[in-house]
Every structure is written in C-alpha cells, then in structure tokens.
C-alpha cells in the first residue's frame, strides 16, 4: 500500500506522516489504529492544521480524497497520536466526484470535523457547492453539504469520525432546495447518485438547536446521512443497485432526517443497525427501495417535538424487517409509519410516551399496505392519536398478532368524547385483514379486553371478538376518520 504526502502545502499545514518513497505500508507507522488495515491502493494520512477558518482543511481532505479515488484507496484523518483528540474545520462543501475508497478516522470521540463559518462575518458563512443530482438545470443550483460524494465509481466506507455544526446560522441567508429562506446545512454526509456500495460505521453526526432565522425547524442541519443511487428522473426509472450497511451511528438535532436511504433495486442489501438518534423529525427514513433486502434493527430514536415519524416507511414492496428497535416521542404520522409496504415484518418494537401529533395517526401507522405481518411489539404511553395500530386505506392480508398492549394506557373504544383511543382500528376500506386475539390489551388477563381495543369499520378477521357479542355497541363516529394525509415531499 503507497502513502503519499500531498505536497508542500500539506506538509506546513502538520502532514507529518506520510512518506514519499515506494513500498512505504500503512503498517509501518506508529499509530495502532492506522495498522488495522485500509484498503488497497493510495493512502494519504491528513493531520489537522489548526486552522479554525476552515480553508485549509477542507481543502486537504478533498484533495486527499480525490487524490485515493482512482485506486480505491484510504484516506486517514490523525495527526499519529491515537490519545489525542484531532480538530478539522471546514467552512465549505468538499466535494468529490467518482469516488471509491475509505474514509477513516482514529474513532468518532478523536477525530472531529467541525462545519460551519469562516468568520462571524456577512459573506463569510459556509459556502455550498453545485450539487449535480439535485439541480440539473435549477435556479437552485447549489446545497451546503459538509462531505459530498457525487456518482462514486465504486464502494464508500466512512468510519471513525463525527461531524459537528455549532453555528446558529451556519451559512449566510440564501434559498433552500424548495426556494424558502435557509441559514442551515443541508446535509452533513450526503452520498448521491450512480450505483455503489457504502458503508458508513461509528460515526456520530451532530446539528444545534437554534431559533435563528432561516433554521429548519429549530434546528441548524436538515439531514445527517443520505444515500441514493440511480439518477434525478421520475421513478420507476433512475433507481440503481447497491449495498448499504449503517452500524453504531449518533445523530442528533436534526430538522429533517437521520438516516435517508432511497432508490434501490434488483438485489441491493440494506442493513441498518445500532441507529442512536436524538430530537430528529424522522429518524430513519427510507423509500423506493425495488427487490431488495432491508434490514433496519437495534435502534434507538427520540423523536423532535415536531417529529413526523421515528421511522418513516415509503414504497418498499418486498424484503423489509423491522426489528428490536425503540422509538420514543411525538409524531405527527406516528412512531412506525408505512406507506405502500408489503411483504414486511415489524416485530420485537417497542413504542413509548408516543403523541400523534393530528387526531386521525396511530403509533404504528399503514396506509395501502398488503401482506405484512406486525407482531410482538410493545406499546407504552401511547395514547395520543387515534389508535396503537391503524390500518388504513385499502390495506389488506396484514397479520397482527400478540402485541402487547398492556402498559398503553389507551382507553378503548367505549369512550365516546372522543371516541378512543384504542389499541386497534382497521378503518372501513380495509378488507380481509388478521387480528390475533392473542394480544395483550388494557385489562389482561380478563378475556374481554379485546371487546373495547379493536374497532373494525371494514371488513377483517378478528380472532376472540366473538366473546364480545353480549357487549354493547362501540360508536361508529370516529373524528377524523376520512381524513385525508397531506402527502409528504420526497428529500
């Protein structure tokens, strides 16, 4: 493996470990955390330049990142020293085009990035670059993105480092992708177009709460990580294949999403794990993923008092689980929402001090949904909203079984003012749907809890209802019950 300085201008800005001769190997320095290995082909080793302005070093890790690309080789952000913490400043996009290599740090607590202003002063915020997948042809041709991988040629890995932003307005007032008045970074890790693999582990992402003018929802990024293949065309076209594996990643303080995830196909594996997400509107985010295997688990996500949704589900058809994960806060579309998903399993879950921030949402949310199956998920506080499962609009083939409702503190469906919450609403277009009786409602182990926990307006198999037929008759007025959602904007 070759290491290379980057010239004399690296070396007065503290590149002090490279070597110029050949045959030089990554396992010849020092530095333990440097000889766990890299990829093969160019190294080039960047160290801090204390340049709190942010030119040099952005500056170093993009040449050094287009310096490593052609082979598929490392770069490695360390000034040696492994009981060190290693400050890199940048005040703009880096930005590299047909890129396949390693971005390494020496762990998530050592190297730090921090992104943000050059000065205080009017001009000198950060500086956005053109952004080709988003803006071919726009008036809007350019995002404040702090690492920008354009069409990789071949796989991503980015391991060991955290990204900062601590300015309350970290770029000066400008238009955002959809015209308004922005101040924010629009992306802290932002990987975007083509076909390729990626990998991105032990990597904390981290925004500011702010009430300056042109924040994205009290916040000061809109986006932490965000990985999309294929090309800017309507879909089903300009989708494209690819792995995507997300281990043991921070966020926090986020105004749009943590984890973004979009247009996969034929084949690609998604595989997100040990997801540590704070006050984020949506913690993990993924949509129009074709014939694919996805994989979110482990994770643990506290919603912003503006959230949308912990986890945010979009046209995944096939090849989804859901497993082990915790979701805790407000949620206008609720904790688990999932809109043209079929063929998943939403398992192991749990729910807690969940809020539907409008009347007519539910903590785990389906809305033309077929085949999936929901099962031994645990609901706690959840009693905002209008149900603890709602499926919704034309769903169908949907198994719900041995959820546990017990500790919902959801009210039922004999409550006329308003009518509910309960555990379970299958809404009137809802056709041929389960419901195992086996779950645990308010009220278990008595037999009858079901009878004022499930209201089904369409037409579903309940399993246990007919122990019910001596109760009274729920009440048919549901608020809110054909209400339409506001679709979303896609990111």
Known sequence: MRMARLGVSLITAGLVLG???????????????????????????????????????????????????????????????ATTVDHYYTSRNVVTTGFSGVLNGEGMDNTIIHAGRKSAAVGDGFEPAFAPWWNPGSAIPELATVLQFDVPSGSVTITDL??????????????????????YITT?????GGEHDTRIENVRLEGKETGAEGNVRGTNVDAALHV?????????????????????????????GGVLFMRYKDGSMIDINGVRASNVVRGIWGQAVLASSVKISNSDIATHPAGIAGIYLRNIP???????????????????????????????????????????????????????????????????????IRLRAGSSGNTLGHNDFVKSGLPGWTITTPA????????????????????????????????????DLGDNRIAGMDRCEHMPPLPFALPGALEEEPEEKGH
């Open 19 to 81: 070597c110029e001769s050949p045959g030089t190997t990554v396992n010849e320095i020092t530095n333990p955390l440097l000889r766990q290995g890299g990829n093969a082909g160019f190294t080039v080793v960047v160290a801090p330049s204390g340049d709190v302005s942010g030119v040099i070093d952005a500056n170093n890790i993009q040449d050094a990142l287009n310096a490593v690309k052609a082979d598929g080789g490392t770069v490695y952000l360390t000034d040696g020293d």
């Open 162 to 183: 955290s990204i900062e932003a601590k300015d309350d307005q970290p770029t000066d007032l400008t238009l955002d992708y959809y015209g308004n008045p922005a101040t």
């Open 188 to 192: 802290l890790i932002e990987i975007l």
């Open 228 to 256: 999309m293949l294929g090309g800017p065309v309507p879909l089903p076209e300009g989708l494209g294949t690819g792995d995507l594996n997300v281990q043991n990643i921070e966020i926090a303080n986020v105004g749009g």
């Open 318 to 388: 096939s090849g989804l689980e859901v497993t082990g994960n915790t979701v805790t806060g407000s949620a206008r579309l609720g904790a688990v929402y999932m809109h043209t998903i079929s063929n998943a399993t939403i398992a192991g879950n749990t729910l807690k001090d969940v809020e539907a921030l409008q009347g007519w949402r539910a903590s785990i949310y389906l809305w033309t949904s077929h085949d999936n199956r929901i099962s031994g998920n645990t609901f706690e506080g959840v009693s905002g909203g209008v149900a603890g």
């Open 420 to 455: 509910g919450p309960g555990a379970i609403l299958l809404d009137a277009t809802t056709l041929s749907n389960d419901v195992v009786g086996q779950a645990k409602f308010p009220g278990f182990p008595d037999p009858t809890a079901i009878c004022s926990q499930v209201l």
